[in-house]
């Protein structure tokens, strides 16, 4: 089985809860968790890649076939010839292991348990803390109690957060992320998450009907950032990515990727606010 970017297969190693893949953002091998296997998300992006979305949370998890299938795959990688076979020369790196699937992970009522688990495993593989954990989420249910439990745990792990924030007004975001989560409520979730863990931004940017996104959605995101700095919310920076890979919603024949040039522009918009950016056209 040899992995390509332009492939986040979730059945890739046939196992319920844990799959491989070749993370441009990451430039080596990610393990990732999903804990959504019912393809349920309280968002619904209009890039995402899940085929047959549906709105709901994350269902109860069998905590201890997560445990041996993490166990499993990372053994085969660490100490066994799984790098060799699911990567390519230069990419041939174990770079974390991500909570990031077919839902919004933190929706999991058992979260806090599986980070636990999670430490677990890499312990008793002598890479806990040699690796990150990530969390990648849509930041919407950061006030729950078990949520901030699970951050809390992660952040002593090498954890970070990246979280989504892909459009700077809750129209824009109700246009491509299908919420209502108003603009108050996001920066109060960003503010607790950055409190707990280590906290990175992560933005999706594409064209739609063969537009890039005007000027006024450009300055409206960049006018956040500075909000953002200005309240003293402990924000790392910023991770751009375009479109790698088909989106499986309706949306899907209107959205394309843009140039690499349109992406590095907007990126300088973004340094000017002081923030860092790592992007992946």
């Given at each position: 089985?040899?992995?390509?970017?332009?492939?986040?297969?979730?059945?890739?190693?046939?196992?319920?809860?844990?799959?491989?893949?070749?993370?441009?953002?990451?430039?080596?091998?990610?393990?990732?968790?999903?804990?959504?296997?019912?393809?349920?998300?309280?968002?619904?992006?209009?890039?995402?890649?899940?085929?047959?979305?549906?709105?709901?949370?994350?269902?109860?998890?069998?905590?201890?076939?997560?445990?041996?299938?993490?166990?499993?795959?990372?053994?085969?990688?660490?100490?066994?010839?799984?790098?060799?076979?699911?990567?390519?020369?230069?990419?041939?790196?174990?770079?974390?292991?991500?909570?990031?699937?077919?839902?919004?992970?933190?929706?999991?009522?058992?979260?806090?348990?599986?980070?636990?688990?999670?430490?677990?495993?890499?312990?008793?593989?002598?890479?806990?803390?040699?690796?990150?954990?990530?969390?990648?989420?849509?930041?919407?249910?950061?006030?729950?109690?078990?949520?901030?439990?699970?951050?809390?745990?992660?952040?002593?792990?090498?954890?970070?957060?990246?979280?989504?924030?892909?459009?700077?007004?809750?129209?824009?975001?109700?246009?491509?992320?299908?919420?209502?989560?108003?603009?108050?409520?996001?920066?109060?979730?960003?503010?607790?998450?950055?409190?707990?863990?280590?906290?990175?931004?992560?933005?999706?940017?594409?064209?739609?009907?063969?537009?890039?996104?005007?000027?006024?959605?450009?300055?409206?995101?960049?006018?956040?950032?500075?909000?953002?700095?200005?309240?003293?919310?402990?924000?790392?920076?910023?991770?751009?990515?375009?479109?790698?890979?088909?989106?499986?919603?309706?949306?899907?024949?209107?959205?394309?990727?843009?140039?690499?040039?349109?992406?590095?522009?907007?990126?300088?918009?973004?340094?000017?606010t002081g923030f860092p950016v790592e992007v992946s056209p």
């Open positions: 089985m040899s992995l390509t970017t332009k492939n986040h297969d979730r059945d890739a190693a046939g196992l319920l809860y844990v799959y491989p893949v070749l993370s441009r953002r990451a430039r080596g091998v990610s393990v990732g968790i999903n804990l959504n296997p019912n393809r349920a998300c309280n968002f619904r992006c209009i890039y995402c890649q899940v085929p047959g979305l549906s709105r709901g949370s994350a269902p109860v998890i069998d905590l201890p076939r997560l445990e041996s299938e993490l166990y499993q795959l990372l053994e085969g990688i660490v100490h066994g010839t799984a790098l060799h076979e699911l990567a390519p020369q230069g990419l041939r790196r174990l770079n974390d292991v991500a909570f990031s699937g077919d839902g919004e992970p933190t929706s999991c009522s058992e979260f806090p348990e599986v980070v636990e688990r999670v430490q677990h495993v890499l312990a008793d593989l002598r890479i806990l803390k040699r690796i990150k954990i990530i969390l990648i989420t849509n930041g919407s249910l950061m006030h729950r109690s078990h949520v901030q439990e699970g951050l809390a745990a992660l952040a002593p792990l090498n954890g970070e957060v990246w979280f989504k924030i892909d459009r700077g007004t809750e129209l824009a975001r109700q246009a491509v992320n299908d919420t209502t989560l108003s603009q108050s409520r996001l920066l109060k979730n960003l503010e607790t998450c950055a409190s707990l863990c280590k906290t990175r931004i992560q933005t999706c940017w594409f064209a739609i009907d063969g537009e890039a996104p005007p000027d006024s959605e450009i300055s409206a995101y960049v006018d956040l950032l500075h909000s953002i700095r200005a309240s003293g919310i402990a924000v790392q920076d910023v991770l751009l990515y375009g479109l790698a890979r088909p989106s499986h919603q309706p949306e899907a024949p209107r959205l394309s990727a843009l140039s690499a040039e349109a992406m590095e522009g907007f990126a300088e918009r973004i340094r000017e």
